[in-house]
């Protein structure tokens, strides 16, 4: 059942985002429905998670999603977003705690890097210093490689997906030029690139995370 309530979560934190709260609030309610048969009185529990963990990320994680339904309900779409985000990080982390990982788990941890890279990328718009160049060229290095792992733990079948390909060969190849520019002192095609990768991350993260 825990995929198809992270399907609902993950579209309902693409629709915050953009501001399509009803949408948003579609997914979020769909996904409380599940909840509710995921409770440890209501079933067993879930295989491969031990019962203390996974009662408290029911716990934890029904409050958050309730914050986040409360927060859509006042047209707070910010607000839900970061609930939303930390009850999908929390579902990961029961995971790895669980000793599980697949493309999923690695897809969600894209995040982070992009936004390093949005900071080191932004700081060097403003600024082309040296300095700020070789953060941007380091920070586009560390999300190529976040990629190309993703890549790597894709399965067989999505490997071979034209939209997979898509992007994550398109992300590779954007980070890379990403770091070119910045070094070349090409402030314009900086800011170009970071705006193509966060589209080819958010786009990962919505159809793969």
Avoid at 23 to 52: C, F, H, I, V
Avoid at 114 to 137: H, I, N, S
């Amino acid at each position: 059942m825990m995929g198809p309530i992270m399907d609902n979560l993950r579209s309902a934190a693409s629709y915050a985002r953009t501001g399509s709260i009803a949408l948003a609030q579609m997914e979020t309610d769909a996904a409380a429905t599940t909840w509710k048969r995921l409770e440890p009185n209501a079933s067993g529990p879930l295989p491969a998670y031990a019962p203390a963990a996974l009662a408290e990320f029911l716990g934890d994680g029904g409050e958050r999603l309730a914050a986040a339904t409360r927060a859509l309900d006042g047209g707070d779409n910010v607000a839900a977003g970061r609930e939303l985000l930390a009850l999908r990080r929390s579902f990961h982390e029961l995971r790895r705690r669980s000793g599980l990982y697949d493309l999923g788990d690695c897809v969600f941890e894209i995040a982070p890097a992009m936004e390093k890279l949005r900071v080191a990328a932004t700081r060097y718009g403003q600024q082309p210093a040296q300095a700020y160049a070789e953060e941007t060229v380091a920070a586009a290095s560390a999300f190529r490689d976040r990629l190309q792992r993703c890549n790597e733990w894709a399965s067989t079948e999505i490997a071979g997906q034209g939209e997979f390909r898509r992007l994550i060969d398109g992300a590779i190849a954007s980070s890379g030029e990403i770091a070119h520019a910045a070094m070349a002192g090409e402030g314009p095609l900086v800011h170009r690139y970071l705006i193509e990768l966060q589209s080819y991350a958010q786009l990962l993260d919505f159809r793969y995370g």
